[in-house]
């Protein structure tokens, strides 16, 4: 066991697990555990490699701005970096990903701008195009461009893929990983064909990915959306080799959440959802397979950053991945019930310092207001600013006070329809079943419910 000097000493030399709880089938399933990085991914890896790639060649120099287009993780590996090494850092992210994601790039002193995810390559808000026009118009600013950066390969060439190969006692028989720039992929897998031509590179793949079509056909199909983060893409990046890739399998976002969460209840280790994608992928291999192999999966970041997502099951129930219960009334509206105790609640002697700190706590803007297992009341983030501004002391005042004690209930066999009228009054329906409160029906549940149907 050594000490280290600084925490970029600490990048590479990940750990290897044994899935031993996993259905591989008649294979053994090994994960190279990249979110044992201090960065929580396998791209602290390349963002070293790249920074200090470029520091050699002349492209940065003290005082000067990283620019990068990244799904966070890249971001974040380069924030660590730039932090150690006293750099600025610009970062481009789409839209969809995570708000850990952000958060942990912001604390570590990045500048992070979000743009749409919604659009192509040549748009102008599309992330590369972005990251590269920003990069441009600043002094001093070097646009890492990982996506066609050789050092993302050597990063892997002569890290990530020697490491497998001895971790693994010179015996593999196939890795999977995906491709977010295609840089593990690459380098990881020229390593081991030098090593080892036998050894199978398998292309874990998101489905809307082009990558998978496009090895199995020959022919770029459009490209689709998906919710599985930092994997998958709408081209294919520069220093991509797909020459490499024996297999492709694809993998929806329900099969790589669920089986993210399957890796934290079987095997205690919380993974991200590229994890879940190449897990899942890696299984669907193990289990065709006729002869003992062995097989490795590489793990490219933590779950830490998902936790508002795949880990949420009030998230994963909106997104439809997770089966509810199915009661054919508007039960099936309500996000969370009360009578499960599943809602946010306060009561009516409670002061309003309480409810502002649950619903800033639990991000909801409204509560009920319930005495003895009875709803009396709702109190909204309306009610509180109308109580509070311009007399702070009412902080300390009862919820009784000042919630609406007129509620707009709503039966629970009453019809969809019912809803708006209620809705359009600005109001919130409280759905009752007789005298027995179930739950509060938002705006967004029943979007939720509606975009449900048509999935």
Same mark, same amino acid.
């Given at each position: ?32 555990? &990249? ?8 791209? %602290? ?9 470029? &520091? ?51 604390? #570590?002193?990045? &500048? ?30 070097? /646009? ?46 020229? /390593? ?42 709408? /081209? ?16 929806? %976002? ?14 205690? #280790? #919380? ?74 609640? $306060? ?62 209930? $709503? ?16 109001? $919130? ?27």
């Amino acid at each position: 066991m050594r000490t280290y000097d600084n925490v970029l000493e600490m990048i590479g030399g990940t750990p290897m697990l044994r899935l031993a709880r996993m259905d591989a089938g008649p294979c053994t399933l090994f994960a190279k555990l &990249e979110m044992q990085n201090p960065g929580g991914s396998i791209k %602290d890896r390349i963002g070293l490699a790249m920074v200090e790639a470029a &520091e050699r060649e002349g492209r940065i120099s003290p005082g000067g701005t990283l620019v990068e287009a990244t799904a966070g993780n890249t971001g974040l590996g380069l924030a660590l970096v730039a932090a150690q090494k006293g750099y600025r850092l610009i970062v481009v992210m789409p839209d969809k990903m995570s708000r850990e994601k952000v958060a942990h790039l912001r604390a #570590l002193g990045a &500048e992070v701008v979000m743009t749409r995810s919604d659009v192509g390559k040549g748009h102008p808000e599309y992330y590369q195009d972005l990251a590269a026009r920003l990069a441009k118009e600043k002094a001093n600013a070097f /646009f890492v461009n990982q996506f066609a950066n050789p050092a993302n390969v050597r990063a892997h060439e002569e890290g990530t893929g020697p490491e497998i190969w001895e971790q693994t006692g010179h015996r593999v028989d196939a890795v999977v990983c995906g491709v977010g720039s295609g840089g593990t992929l690459t380098g990881v897998g020229r /390593f081991l064909k030098r090593q080892s031509p036998g050894t199978k590179m398998i292309l874990a793949d998101p489905e809307g990915s082009v990558l998978a079509p496009l090895i199995a056909t020959g022919h770029m199909p459009n490209a689709g959306s998906w919710l599985v983060e930092g994997m998958g893409e709408d /081209f294919v990046p520069p220093i991509c080799d797909l020459s490499l890739v024996d297999q492709a399998i694809t993998v929806s %976002d329900r099969e790589s959440f669920l089986a993210a969460r399957e890796i934290l209840a079987r095997e205690g #280790l #919380l993974v991200g959802s590229s994890a879940g994608c190449i897990v899942a992928a890696a299984l669907r291999w193990c289990r065709a397979q006729t002869a003992p192999q062995r097989m490795v999966a590489i793990v490219p970041d933590s779950g830490a950053k998902y936790l508002s997502k795949m880990f949420n099951d009030y998230w994963m129930l909106d997104q439809g991945f997770l089966d509810r219960p199915h009661h054919g009334n508007l039960r099936d509206l309500v996000a969370r019930s009360h009578t499960a105790h599943e809602d946010y609640v $306060v009561g009516p002697s409670e002061t309003l310092m309480n409810a502002y700190g649950r619903m800033k706590l639990y991000d909801v803007s409204q509560l009920p207001v319930i005495d003895q297992d009875r709803i009396v009341g709702i109190i909204d983030e309306s009610d509180l600013l109308i109580a509070v501004f311009g007399h702070e002391q009412a902080f300390k005042e009862p919820v009784a006070k000042h919630m609406t004690a007129r509620v707009e209930t $709503v039966a629970v066999d009453a019809p969809v329809a019912a809803l708006m009228p209620i809705l359009r009054a600005e109001r $919130v329906p409280i759905v009752m079943d007789g005298a027995t409160f179930v739950g509060l029906i938002t705006r967004i549940d029943l979007l939720n419910y509606l975009r449900r149907k048509v999935a």
